[in-house]
């Protein structure tokens, strides 16, 4: 052989090693469709396991039916949570892992009318975790981190609505509620944490709400609000509480003013959360749309808003074709999954919590001692009508000065120095309770900023007028 020969055959190997190194890397890199196949494969062998526990309990039920013998007290219980189980994991499949492929393409739009697709979100940060710059740790937790910032700031982008409760409902109608935004960051996230490095998802039900908390790859934690737009580095600051029945609770140390919920739950399952959420929610779609709410919260809430409820209901149950039967399978598999957590809430740790939002609440009741600060009454002396008068005056004069505290949770006094003193300290107590019951009612029940704006207009005018 000659030596121009054996050059040759050098190269021809080199090149061929390259382009064999090229494939495996190429291999090694999952797109983004492959990753969500991988996960649906894995939800239906969910779905097939399930349905052989039911097909197997169900067989041993009519064996012995045939035969006379009344079956177990075992056989009966696992057969009865069989039903529930084989429905929980096809919920999950067809809700919650089925539409993500399609929902990552899908043209949403923010209530300012920016349009974008979740795909061009996460296609470039999952290429550059798979960089040679993402070898670096610092820099692999901080792609993480910005994979998560961005993908909670347009989950947050998207107009609320009340029954829209998992991702093939965002797909369906461009909309979601706490529960659909923080399923649909728990499934996108776990779909490429093979790739993105990124070691915990959970999906947590705080009080009257519905969110996450995800553990970097350096331990981190953050406290993750899809629905308000929050990120919060929570790690030095909480306490994991776990409880006899499973659940796990994050409980905040010192609370913040981005952090408004402090106590965190978590089944520990968050594909058994994530339906216990949508099933609790549409098995009371039927009952709502004929304006019946069991529900203690809606019950109690304002006629205006209990019609747009029905509405909602209305329309819910037309899109899904909701029967009372198809409710009563959500209502059974809500059941099932719901013994611990029903449990955890009703004890200390999270009875307390329950106090202070009931406390917080109550703030909008403030506004009678707020405005009893200004507004004469026929049994004050000639020299209290005299101060409420002029504070009226001075109220109605700094309205800007009014609207700016109320918007603000930052502003920590209200500056107004020609009001009497003893009127402004009572106005100001009440004025701050106010606030933040206003601020609190925005992130539970997801009112728009313009309809929060609103509403603090319409106070401020009224004080205005009054000039």
Request: aromatic residues 4%; contains cysteine; proline residues 5%.
């Amino acid at each position: 052989m000659s030596q121009d020969q054996e050059v040759g055959d050098i190269k021809l190997g080199l090149t061929a090693k390259r382009e064999s190194t090229e494939a495996v890397e190429m291999k090694a890199k999952p797109t983004l469709d492959q990753l969500f196949a991988d996960r649906e494969q894995e939800a239906s062998a969910g779905v097939a396991a399930a349905e052989r526990s039911l097909r197997e309990a169900e067989s041993i039920i009519e064996a012995k039916k045939r035969i006379g013998v009344e079956p177990t007290e075992k056989e009966s219980a696992d057969l009865e949570s069989a039903r529930p189980r084989a429905f929980i994991e096809k919920e999950y499949l067809r809700d919650f892992v089925s539409p993500l492929r399609e929902l990552v393409d899908a043209e949403l739009e923010t209530e300012s009318g920016e349009k974008f697709r979740l795909r061009e979100v996460i296609e470039p940060l999952l290429d550059e975790l798979q960089s040679e710059d993402a070898k670096d740790p610092a820099r692999r937790v901080e792609l993480q981190k910005r994979l998560v910032a961005l993908l909670i700031k347009k989950l947050s982008s998207i107009p609320p609505a009340t029954w829209e409760t998992s991702p093939r409902a965002t797909l369906e109608t461009k909309k979601g509620n706490c529960a659909a935004n923080a399923a649909t960051l728990t499934e996108l996230l776990g779909s490429v944490s093979a790739v993105s490095g990124i070691k915990k998802v959970e999906y947590v039900n705080p009080l009257g709400h519905a969110m996450n908390v995800v553990t970097l790859e350096d331990d981190s934690v953050w406290y993750a609000d899809p629905r308000n737009d929050r990120l919060v580095d929570i790690s030095a600051n909480h306490e994991k509480i776990r409880a006899d029945n499973g659940v796990t609770a994050y409980r905040l140390i010192r609370p913040t003013k981005t952090t408004v919920f402090h106590v965190l739950p978590s089944l520990g399952s968050s594909k058994d959360a994530m339906v216990k959420s949508v099933s609790g929610n549409l098995a009371m779609v039927p009952d709502v749309a004929r304006g019946v709410f069991a529900d203690e919260g809606q019950a109690a809430a304002p006629e205006a808003q209990r019609q747009k409820m029905q509405a909602g209901a209305i329309a819910a149950r037309d899109r899904l074709g909701l029967t009372d039967e198809r409710a009563a399978e959500y209502r059974a598999a809500a059941k099932e999954l719901s013994g611990p957590m029903e449990s955890f809430k009703d004890g200390p740790v999270f009875q307390a919590e329950v106090k202070r939002w009931k406390t917080e609440a109550e703030g909008s009741q403030s506004l009678r001692e707020v405005a009893h600060t200004f507004m004469p009454d026929e049994a004050d002396p000639p020299e209290a009508r005299a101060a409420k008068l002029s504070f009226r005056k001075v109220l109605a004069g700094n309205t800007d000065v009014l609207g700016a505290f109320l918007l603000d949770r930052g502003i920590a006094k209200l500056d107004l120095p020609a009001a009497p003193p003893d009127l402004l300290a009572v106005f100001e107590g009440g004025l701050n309770r106010y606030r933040e019951a206003l601020h609190m009612q925005k992130e539970i029940v997801h009112r728009s900023d313009k309809d929060f704006a609103d509403e603090i207009a319409e106070m401020v005018a009224t004080v205005k007028a009054m000039q």
